[in-house]
């Protein structure tokens, strides 16, 4: 059973580069969600999504794009990465908007900008 | 707006003590859940216990659980009997009743427990 999966897990960009993010969950789940995790902040909303086709900004969306093109994927853009997006980005899945399903995470992606 | 405060940046206690995280939270919202995840030094996000803004009960979860108090607004876990497992950094998480679904984290506790 594996959840929630990320690639890469880890990446080294120059600035100015783009990637993408991958995220896929197996379980069925109509909510994802991408955080990013920076030292002394906790996890902050980049973007989500509440069901295949529709994709929502959170707190932090400037720099990123997201796509959900399929149920069970759940892509992050960087365009043109800056060392400000040093992070390390998770992603996140939930059942539907019941309030006692937790959301489950995928194991991160540690991502260094230079 | 929704915040949650983790006002314990790190916490210290023996194995075999009893340990208890804080975690306070402000929202307007009368329906509201709210939950802790552990993160081990391996990175990942694990799910520990939830209570949901109407439960009667304070929610528990083997060795964990969920001092809660709303009319404080407070929602702290305990850790009984710490285990040097429990080593990790510990979030506190609210998820709002707008229909996002969206998680609103504490900046974390730091436990660590020795022998």
């Known amino acids: 059973n594996a959840g929630v999966t990320q690639t890469p897990k880890f990446r080294v960009l120059k600035t100015g580069q783009s990637m993408t993010l991958l995220c896929a969950q197996d379980m069925n789940h109509e909510y994802m969600y991408w955080y990013r995790q920076d030292p002394g902040m906790g996890l902050r909303l980049i973007h989500y999504?509440?069901?295949?086709?529709?994709?929502a900004k959170g707190e932090v969306p400037d720099g990123y794009n997201v796509s959900r093109l399929k149920k069970q994927n759940f892509l992050l853009g960087l365009e043109s990465a800056a060392p400000s997006q040093t992070s390390v980005y998770f992603c996140?899945?939930?059942?539907?908007?019941?309030?006692?399903?937790?959301?489950?995470f995928g194991d991160g992606t540690r991502l260094s900008i230079l | 707006a929704q915040k949650i405060t983790q006002t314990q940046p790190g916490m210290f206690v023996q194995e075999k003590e009893a340990v208890t995280l804080d975690c306070t939270y402000d929202?307007?919202?009368?329906?509201?859940?709210l939950f802790w995840y552990k993160q081990p030094s391996s990175g990942e996000m694990i799910f520990l216990i939830y209570?949901?803004?109407?439960?009667?009960q304070n929610a528990t979860e083997g060795r964990y659980s969920l001092n809660f108090q709303k009319a404080r607004k407070s929602a702290n876990l305990v850790i009984s009997a710490s285990q040097l497992g429990d080593s990790a950094m510990y979030f506190c998480a609210m998820r709002d009743a707008s229909g996002t679904d969206k998680l609103i984290f504490g900046t974390g506790t730091r436990l660590q427990v020795f022998p």
């Open positions: 209570q949901g803004s109407y439960d009667q």
């Open positions: 996140a899945s939930s059942r539907d908007r019941a309030m006692v399903q937790p959301q489950h």
């Open positions: 929202t307007s919202d009368p329906s509201y859940g």
């Open positions: 999504s509440v069901g295949e086709g529709t994709t």
